[in-house]
C-alpha cells in the first residue's frame, strides 16, 4: 500500500540533482476553473489566514475561529503539534504584507504583479518553504518557491509569457522552473500531496489543497505560507505550528513516517539544526536516531545522496554537522571503509581555517568547497575505499578527479614543503602544478592540523609564491626554438621546461636572457 506523504522536491544552491529533475515534473495538468467554489475557498482560507483552523478530520476543511486561535493535528497527526497556539503566536500576527517588505524591492513588486496575475485566473497562489522559513528568521533568501492551488505549470507559463523568462516545465510532477531575464529563478509548482510506494522511491503526486501540501512537507519550520493574492497579500498560513518552532529554535517533523518515506530529511533535519542552531524536537530526534540506525538511506540513488551530501557540505560551517554525520555512524553510507579517525577529524576541522586564508589571499579561486571537505573526510582511506565513495556519490569526472588524486599528491608535497633547507620556486612550481586549488586549501589543512606551527608560514609563503608562478609563461615559444635551429623531439619539453624554472627562479628575466639561456644548451 501506498505510503501517504508530503514532501516537497529537493532543490539546491549547487544546481539541480537528477532527483530534483524528476521530482519537478508531472503530466497530469490540472486546473480548478477560475471562479470554481474550491478556488473562491483557497482565498477566503488566505483571507483568514490568521483566524483558520484545519478540521480534524480534513486538511481542506477550515474553520474560523474567533479567539483563541486551535492548531489541529494534521491528517497524519503532526507530532508535538500542541492544541492551543501560543499567545505569541497571536500577538505576532504579522501585518499582512509586512513580512514581504523584507525582500528586496524589485521582488515584492514581482510578487504583487504575480498575485494580480493568479487573481485573473481565479487561483490562490503562495510563497512557500525555505524562503518564508527565512523571511521570519530575518535571513536573506531569494530562492522564490511559489505554489498554485490549481495548474502550477499553466500559471507558470502565463507568467513567463508576461515577463519573458525562460521556463523549464517538469510536466510529471507539475512543476516549473522560471528564468526571469535579470537571471531571477522561481520555481512554480501545484500543490499537492505525495505517496510513496515504498520508502526511499521517490513519490507519486496529486493535487491538493494548501494545507495538504503544507503538512506533506518536512519539518514545521518550513511547511508556512504566504499568500500573495491581492486581498489577502501577505497572509500567513501556520497550519502545524512553524512559527512558533522557529521563536523555539525547534525543528520537529510532521509525522512519524517522514524520515523512512524520505531519509533525504535525515541530512536535511543536521542541516537545518547546525545552520540555525536549533534543536531536534525529542520525537523527531528519537525517530531521527532511528531511521539512521537502518538501512534506508542505502536505498537512496546516487544523485540523491550526492545532492544531500554536497548541500551539507556547502555549508558555512559544515564540520559540526560531520560531526553529526560521525556519531550517527552516517558516514558508513558513503563507505563503511571510511576511516573517521582522530587525525581524519582534525583535517577536517582544520579546513573552514585553511578556506578563510585561502579566500583572502586568493579571492579569484573558485573553490568547490565541497570538495574540499569531501577531500579531508577520505584523506586517510585507501584509494579502494576512495574509488566506491566517488561511484556511489556519482561524482562528476571533475570531482572524482580531484578527489581521487587529492589526498596522495597531498602527503607527498607537505614532507617536501616544510622540510628544512632552501626549496627553490621552480621545484615548489613542479611539486604542485598538477594541483586542483582543492588540493592545495587541503595541503593547508593538513599542515594547519598537525598543529606544528612551525613550519606553517613557510608553506603559506610557498603556496603564495606557487599561485604567482603559476601564471608565469616564458617569452619563446616552440617556434622560436625552431627558427633557433632545434631538431623537432622530446628536448623541446625539456628545453621550454628548463626555462620556465629559469623564470620562476628569477634566472632569466627578459626575452633576450631566454634566448641566451636556450643558444647555451644548444651549443653546450
Ligand atoms: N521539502 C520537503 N522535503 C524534502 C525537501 C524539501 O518537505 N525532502 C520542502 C520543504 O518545505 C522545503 C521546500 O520543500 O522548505 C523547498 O525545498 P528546498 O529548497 O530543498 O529546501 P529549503 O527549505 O529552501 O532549504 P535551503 O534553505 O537549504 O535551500
Same mark, same amino acid.
Given at each position: 500500500?501506498?505510503?501517504?506523504?508530503?514532501?516537497?522536491?529537493?532543490?539546491?544552491?549547487?544546481?539541480?540533482?537528477?532527483?530534483?529533475?524528476?521530482?519537478?515534473?508531472?503530466?497530469?495538468?490540472?486546473?480548478?476553473?477560475?471562479?470554481?467554489?474550491?478556488?473562491?475557498?483557497?482565498?477566503? +482560507?488566505?483571507?483568514?489566514?490568521?483566524?483558520?483552523?484545519?478540521?480534524?478530520?480534513?486538511? %481542506?476543511?477550515?474553520?474560523?475561529?474567533?479567539?483563541?486561535?486551535?492548531?489541529?493535528?494534521?491528517?497524519?497527526?503532526?507530532l508535538g503539534?500542541?492544541?492551543?497556539?501560543?499567545?505569541?503566536?497571536?500577538?505576532?500576527?504579522?501585518?499582512?504584507?509586512?513580512?514581504?517588505?523584507?525582500?528586496?524591492?524589485?521582488?515584492?513588486?514581482?510578487? !504583487?504583479?504575480?498575485?494580480?496575475?493568479?487573481?485573473?485566473?481565479?487561483?490562490?497562489?503562495?510563497?512557500?518553504?525555505?524562503?518564508?522559513r527565512?523571511?521570519?528568521l530575518?535571513?536573506?533568501?531569494?530562492?522564490?518557491?511559489?505554489?498554485?492551488?490549481?495548474?502550477?505549470? %499553466?500559471?507558470?507559463?502565463?507568467?513567463?509569457?508576461?515577463?519573458? %523568462?525562460?521556463?523549464?516545465?517538469?510536466?510529471?510532477?507539475?512543476?516549473?522552473?522560471?528564468?526571469?531575464?535579470?537571471?531571477?529563478?522561481?520555481?512554480?509548482?501545484?500543490? !499537492?500531496?505525495?505517496?510513496?510506494?515504498?520508502?526511499?522511491?521517490?513519490?507519486?503526486?496529486?493535487?491538493?489543497?494548501?494545507?495538504?501540501?503544507?503538512?506533506?512537507?518536512d519539518f514545521t519550520i518550513n511547511?508556512?505560507?504566504?499568500?500573495?493574492?491581492?486581498?489577502?497579500?501577505?497572509?500567513?498560513?501556520?497550519?502545524?505550528g512553524g512559527r512558533r518552532d522557529l521563536r523555539e529554535r525547534t525543528i520537529r517533523v510532521?509525522?512519524?513516517?517522514?524520515f523512512?518515506?524520505?531519509?533525504?530529511r535525515i541530512f536535511r533535519a543536521i542541516r537545518f539544526e547546525q545552520r540555525f542552531g536549533f534543536r531536534l524536537e525529542r520525537t523527531t530526534s528519537r525517530l531521527l536516531v532511528?531511521?539512521a540506525?537502518?538501512?534506508?538511506?542505502?536505498?537512496?540513488?546516487?544523485? +540523491?545522496?550526492?545532492?544531500?551530501?554536497?548541500?551539507?557540505?556547502?555549508e558555512?560551517d559544515?564540520?559540526r554537522a560531520?560531526v553529526r554525520?560521525?556519531q550517527l555512524?552516517?558516514?558508513?553510507?558513503?563507505?563503511?571503509?571510511?576511516?573517521?579517525?582522530?587525525?581524519?577529524?582534525?583535517?577536517?576541522?582544520?579546513?573552514?581555517?585553511?578556506?578563510?586564508?585561502?579566500?583572502?589571499?586568493?579571492?579569484?579561486?573558485?573553490?568547490?568547497?565541497?570538495?574540499?571537505?569531501?577531500?579531508?573526510?577520505?584523506?586517510?582511506?585507501?584509494?579502494?575505499?576512495? %574509488?566506491?565513495?566517488?561511484?556511489?556519490?556519482?561524482?562528476? !569526472?571533475?570531482?572524482?578527479?580531484?578527489?581521487?588524486?587529492?589526498?596522495?599528491?597531498?602527503?607527498?608535497?607537505?614532507?617536501?614543503?616544510?622540510?628544512?633547507?632552501?626549496?627553490?620556486?621552480?621545484?615548489?612550481?613542479?611539486?604542485?602544478?598538477?594541483?586542483?586549488?582543492?588540493?592545495?586549501?587541503?595541503?593547508?589543512?593538513?599542515?594547519?592540523?598537525?598543529?606544528?606551527?612551525?613550519?606553517?608560514?613557510?608553506?603559506?609563503?610557498?603556496?603564495?609564491?606557487?599561485?604567482?608562478?603559476?601564471?608565469?609563461?616564458?617569452?619563446?615559444?616552440?617556434?622560436?626554438?625552431?627558427?633557433?635551429?632545434?631538431?623537432?623531439?622530446?628536448?623541446?619539453?625539456?628545453?621550454?621546461?628548463?626555462?620556465?624554472?629559469?623564470?620562476?627562479?628569477?634566472?632569466?628575466?627578459?626575452?633576450?636572457?631566454?634566448?641566451?639561456?636556450?643558444?647555451? !644548451?644548444?651549443?653546450?
Amino acid at each position: 500500500m501506498a505510503l501517504e506523504m508530503r514532501r516537497n522536491q529537493g532543490k539546491n544552491g549547487i544546481g539541480l540533482s537528477n532527483y530534483d529533475r524528476v521530482c519537478r515534473t508531472d503530466d497530469r495538468p490540472w486546473q480548478r476553473p477560475s471562479g470554481s467554489p474550491s478556488a473562491t475557498n483557497s482565498k477566503n +482560507r488566505g483571507d483568514q489566514a490568521s483566524e483558520l483552523l484545519l478540521d480534524k478530520t480534513s486538511p %481542506a476543511t477550515v474553520r474560523k475561529r474567533d479567539s483563541k486561535q486551535k492548531i489541529n493535528s494534521p491528517p497524519h497527526g503532526c507530532l508535538g503539534c500542541r492544541g492551543i497556539a501560543t499567545m505569541w503566536t497571536m500577538k505576532n500576527q504579522p501585518v499582512p504584507g509586512r513580512l514581504i517588505q523584507r525582500l528586496p524591492k524589485k521582488i515584492q513588486r514581482l510578487l !504583487r504583479q504575480v498575485g494580480a496575475l493568479a487573481d485573473e485566473q481565479g487561483v490562490a497562489l503562495y510563497l512557500v518553504g525555505g524562503v518564508v522559513r527565512d523571511l521570519l528568521l530575518k535571513r536573506e533568501n531569494w530562492d522564490l518557491d511559489l505554489t498554485v492551488e490549481g495548474d502550477g505549470v %499553466a500559471f507558470a507559463r502565463l507568467v513567463a509569457d508576461r515577463y519573458k %523568462a525562460g521556463l523549464a516545465v517538469f510536466e510529471r510532477f507539475a512543476t516549473a522552473r522560471l528564468v526571469f531575464p535579470d537571471g531571477l529563478k522561481v520555481d512554480i509548482a501545484t500543490t !499537492r500531496q505525495e505517496s510513496y510506494a515504498q520508502p526511499a522511491v521517490l513519490p507519486t503526486v496529486q493535487p491538493a489543497s494548501i494545507e495538504a501540501d503544507l503538512s506533506r512537507r518536512d519539518f514545521t519550520i518550513n511547511a508556512i505560507a504566504v499568500q500573495l493574492n491581492q486581498r489577502q497579500f501577505g497572509r500567513l498560513l501556520d497550519p502545524y505550528g512553524g512559527r512558533r518552532d522557529l521563536r523555539e529554535r525547534t525543528i520537529r517533523v510532521l509525522h512519524a513516517g517522514s524520515f523512512q518515506d524520505d531519509p533525504t530529511r535525515i541530512f536535511r533535519a543536521i542541516r537545518f539544526e547546525q545552520r540555525f542552531g536549533f534543536r531536534l524536537e525529542r520525537t523527531t530526534s528519537r525517530l531521527l536516531v532511528q531511521a539512521a540506525s537502518t538501512n534506508l538511506i542505502q536505498r537512496l540513488s546516487g544523485p +540523491r545522496l550526492q545532492n544531500e551530501i554536497l548541500l551539507l557540505l556547502a555549508e558555512r560551517d559544515p564540520v559540526r554537522a560531520l560531526v553529526r554525520l560521525g556519531q550517527l555512524k552516517l558516514l558508513r553510507f558513503l563507505h563503511r571503509g571510511l576511516c573517521y579517525r582522530k587525525d581524519v577529524k582534525r583535517t577536517v576541522t582544520a579546513v573552514p581555517k585553511a578556506l578563510t586564508w585561502w579566500v583572502s589571499r586568493f579571492p579569484d579561486s573558485a573553490i568547490d568547497r565541497p570538495i574540499v571537505y569531501l577531500m579531508a573526510l577520505s584523506s586517510e582511506s585507501s584509494p579502494s575505499v576512495v %574509488a566506491t565513495m566517488i561511484r556511489r556519490l556519482v561524482l562528476s !569526472r571533475e570531482q572524482a578527479k580531484k578527489v581521487s588524486t587529492g589526498a596522495s599528491l597531498v602527503d607527498r608535497a607537505l614532507k617536501s614543503l616544510t622540510k628544512e633547507g632552501t626549496v627553490r620556486p621552480s621545484q615548489v612550481y613542479r611539486l604542485l602544478e598538477d594541483f586542483s586549488d582543492e588540493a592545495l586549501v587541503l595541503l593547508l589543512a593538513k599542515k594547519l592540523s598537525k598543529q606544528q606551527g612551525v613550519r606553517l608560514s613557510l608553506l603559506r609563503r610557498h603556496l603564495t609564491a606557487y599561485m604567482k608562478n603559476r601564471t608565469m609563461k616564458t617569452a619563446l615559444t616552440g617556434r622560436d626554438l625552431q627558427a633557433m635551429g632545434l631538431q623537432m623531439g622530446p628536448q623541446y619539453k625539456t628545453i621550454l621546461g628548463k626555462l620556465l624554472d629559469a623564470r620562476i627562479d628569477g634566472m632569466v628575466t627578459t626575452e633576450a636572457e631566454e634566448r641566451a639561456f636556450v643558444q647555451e !644548451r644548444l651549443t653546450g
